[in-house]
């Protein structure tokens, strides 16, 4: 057997029972993890409620799901064989192509054979004496490890919403992270979509096209910007192989590891109409450089906000051809930006056409679900589908649904319950030898790059306890308390801070989801991957070890 961490004997239960380490999650997280944990000589196993690999690649088929960061930056960066050996099809990767894409990760590093599938976590339970993890399945199984790392994912723990009668409906009901392996036809049907998030704003149009009418129910208008998507040939992925180093070189200089950065200028300094010239420009170009490629102040300024949100106004009003669906898709409770912008592709020219309703909850709101469809304060609808767009419990959801317990049985959503605590996103306070991927209070962006970034840094830590022949690692509580409120502190210019969203910890459909919480690192990427850095050369005294 290789060497491992676990070289001191193992208390209570047999060698060939206890894992080095168990991962909840086979995602991009999950995937990339097992690779490097098992470069480390860790005998791992995974566990995945889905029935293969991918994650949010593999749960989110809607139609129109894809990417709204770059295909040729979003890939895993540590194969330069992996690299030279797939080719994107698009600019920005519809989900199918992406699926594929970590299938043949999977298969090229024969991942699946150390990952159990359609294995539900339940539970998580340390064992003080026994200084080792044990997981409990929905089936009943338990298993047990000595480190147990989470790569669930920031958005993983789907939510239906909290309206009487969502069970009631008598036809066919998805959510877009459950939707079905065999595409939903919806030609000549009656659908219903409730919510006009992210997912439901790429999701509208695709099914706009097939159904014979579609009602669209909106409580919360959302800001959103055009992908312009484009077709990747052979010679201009050619050309994108050729530049790996410098395109991954591009993300790890920039705020949130995506290629765009903030333009250094004020809004308000420059002249109007050359601001608008720019605003022109980079509104028809294509990604995220219309919000991330923006002045510097347009998340910080609230006058710098207004002029960049009326300019957004505009295009929708220009898009839109009925000034009163142009008006009641405009939020008026937010500014452009201050909520995670979504990448469109057709979606206002959706509400031009004659087969598609626009109905505004704060005008005539839901009653309930009723067997037939919908019942809202004025009328009734009937559908034969329904789709429940409502996203997600995000970032504390995924872990709150597994009952993770400490030493003394302390929970982890007890102690979570006014907002996560943990240092750097690698562990949270309180519970040994439990480590996180892109955990609450990481810098998060481009998830691929987080993800690469993240695991490394709990790479080096396994290895800097290898060489110490430590066998626990817990945070120190100044630590932690030091890193929540430079977290805290990083937050509060930003005018997100002050916008609901499932970024705040806001959520309508999950119950107790009504305060605002700090859930990720919002200040500067680079300067969060530079501190990361330090911890590691300076001997990662921010942790207890024994």
């Given at each position: 057997?290789?060497?491992?961490?676990?070289?001191?004997?193992?208390?209570?239960?047999?060698?060939s029972?206890?894992?080095?380490?168990?991962?909840?999650?086979?995602?991009?997280?999950?995937?990339?993890?097992?690779?490097r944990?098992?470069?480390?000589?860790m005998?791992?196993?995974?566990?995945?409620?889905?029935?293969?690999?991918?994650?949010?690649?593999?749960?989110?088929r809607?139609?129109?799901?894809?990417?709204?960061?770059?295909?040729?930056?979003?890939?895993?960066?540590?194969?330069?064989?992996?690299?030279?050996?797939?080719?994107?099809?698009?600019?920005?990767?519809?989900?199918?192509?992406?699926?594929?894409?970590?299938?043949?990760?999977?298969?090229?590093?024969?991942?699946?054979?150390?990952?159990?599938?359609?294995?539900?976590?339940?539970?998580?339970q340390?064992?003080?004496?026994?200084?080792?993890?044990?997981?409990?399945?929905?089936?009943?199984?338990?298993?047990?490890?000595?480190?147990?790392?989470t790569?669930?994912?920031?958005l993983?723990?789907?939510?239906?919403?909290?309206?009487?009668?969502v069970e009631?409906?008598?036809?066919?009901?998805?959510?877009?992270?459950?939707?079905?392996?065999?595409?939903?036809?919806?030609?000549g049907k009656?659908?219903?979509?409730?919510?006009?998030?992210?997912?439901?704003?790429?999701?509208?149009?695709?099914?706009?096209?097939?159904?014979?009418?579609l009602?669209?129910?909106?409580?919360?208008?959302?800001w959103?910007a055009?992908?312009?998507?484009?077709?990747?040939?052979?010679?201009?992925?050619?050309?994108?192989?050729t530049?790996y180093?410098?395109?991954?070189a591009?993300?790890?200089?920039?705020?949130?590891?995506?290629?765009?950065?903030?333009?250094?200028?004020?809004?308000?300094?420059v002249?109007?109409e050359?601001?608008?010239?720019?605003?022109?420009?980079?509104?028809?170009?294509?990604?995220?450089?219309?919000?991330?490629?923006n002045?510097?102040d347009?998340?910080?300024?609230?006058?710098?906000n207004?002029?960049?949100?009326?300019?957004?106004?505009?295009?929708?009003?220009?898009?839109?051809?009925?000034?009163?669906?142009?008006?009641?898709?405009?939020?008026?409770?937010?500014?452009?930006?201050?909520?995670?912008?979504?990448?469109?592709?057709?979606?206002?020219?959706?509400?031009?056409?004659?087969?598609?309703?626009?109905?505004?909850?704060n005008?005539?709101?839901?009653?309930?679900?009723?067997?037939?469809?919908?019942?809202t304060?004025?009328?009734?609808?009937?559908f034969?589908?329904?789709?429940?767009?409502?996203?997600?419990?995000?970032?504390?959801?995924a872990?709150?649904?597994i009952d993770?317990?400490?030493?003394?049985?302390?929970?982890?959503?007890?102690?979570?319950?006014?907002?996560?605590?943990?240092?750097?996103?690698?562990?949270?306070?309180?519970?040994?030898?439990?480590?996180?991927?892109?955990?609450?209070?990481?810098?998060?962006?481009?998830?691929?790059?987080?993800?690469?970034h993240?695991v490394?840094?709990?790479?080096?830590?396994?290895?800097?306890?290898r060489?110490?022949?430590?066998?626990?690692?817990?945070?120190?509580?100044?630590?932690?308390?030091?890193?929540?409120?430079?977290?805290?502190?990083?937050?509060?210019?930003?005018?997100?801070?002050k916008?609901d969203?499932?970024?705040?910890?806001?959520?309508r459909?999950?119950?107790?989801?009504?305060?605002r919480?700090?859930?990720?690192?919002n200040?500067?990427?680079?300067?969060?991957?530079r501190?990361c850095?330090?911890?590691?050369?300076?001997?990662?005294?921010?942790?207890?070890?024994?």
């Open positions: 057997m290789p060497d491992t961490l676990l070289a001191a004997e193992r208390p209570a239960q047999s060698e029972s206890i894992l080095d380490a168990i991962i909840i999650g086979a995602g991009i997280s999950g995937m990339y993890l097992l690779y944990l098992r470069q480390l000589g005998r791992t196993r995974v566990f995945e409620a889905g029935g293969d690999v991918g994650g949010t690649w593999y749960w989110n809607y139609p129109g799901a894809r990417f709204d960061s770059e295909s040729w930056t979003y890939g895993y960066s540590f194969s330069k064989e992996l690299l030279q050996e797939w080719d994107w099809k698009e600019h920005f990767s519809p989900q199918p192509d992406t699926l594929e894409y970590l299938n043949l990760v999977a298969d090229k590093f024969d991942l699946r054979r150390d990952i159990r599938f359609d294995n539900t976590v339940t539970a998580a340390w064992n003080d004496s026994a200084n080792h993890w044990t997981v409990t399945l929905e089936s009943g199984e338990q298993a047990s490890a000595t480190f147990l790392f790569a669930v994912g920031i993983s723990a789907h939510t239906l919403p909290r309206i009487p009668g009631s409906f008598r036809g066919p009901a998805y959510h877009p992270a459950r939707w079905p392996h065999i595409p939903v036809d919806f030609t009656r659908v219903g979509v409730i919510g006009t998030g992210a997912t439901a704003i790429q999701a509208i149009p695709e099914i706009a096209k097939q159904a014979a009418h009602t669209v129910f909106q409580r919360r208008p959302n959103a055009p992908l312009h998507n484009a077709r990747i040939d052979k010679a201009e992925m050619a050309g994108i192989k530049r180093d410098e395109i991954y591009r993300c790890r200089e920039t705020p949130s590891w995506f290629i765009h950065s903030a333009d250094p200028r004020k809004t308000l300094d002249p109007p050359e601001r608008e010239a720019f605003w022109e420009k980079l509104y028809a170009e294509p990604g995220f450089g219309i919000w991330m490629g002045f510097r347009i998340l910080i300024d609230e006058a710098a207004a002029a960049v949100t009326e300019f957004i106004a505009r295009k929708i009003r220009q898009r839109v051809t009925d000034p009163k669906v142009a008006d009641k898709l405009i939020p008026k409770d937010h500014g452009f930006g201050t909520r995670r912008v979504p990448l469109e592709s057709g979606y206002f020219e959706a509400y031009n056409r004659d087969n598609v309703q626009l109905v505004d909850l005008e005539t709101p839901i009653d309930c679900i009723t067997p037939d469809g919908v019942k304060s004025e009328r009734d609808y009937a034969d589908i329904m789709v429940y767009a409502t996203g997600f419990d995000g970032v504390t959801g872990f709150d649904r993770i317990r400490g030493p003394g049985g302390v929970r982890l959503r007890d102690i979570w319950a006014d907002g996560p605590r943990t240092y750097l996103g690698w562990q949270p306070e309180g519970f040994p030898n439990l480590l996180m991927v892109l955990g609450p209070h990481t810098a998060r962006g481009n998830i691929p790059r987080a993800v690469e993240g490394e840094c709990l790479a080096g830590l396994l290895e800097f306890m060489r110490h022949d430590y066998r626990r690692v817990e945070t120190r509580a100044d630590s932690v308390a030091e890193w929540t409120d430079i977290v805290i502190k990083a937050s509060e210019p930003l005018l997100a801070s916008i969203s499932w970024q705040t910890g806001v959520n459909n999950v119950e107790g989801r009504n305060v919480r700090v859930l990720g690192y200040g500067n990427g680079v300067h969060y991957r501190k850095d330090e911890v590691a050369a300076n001997g990662y005294q921010e942790f207890a070890f024994r």
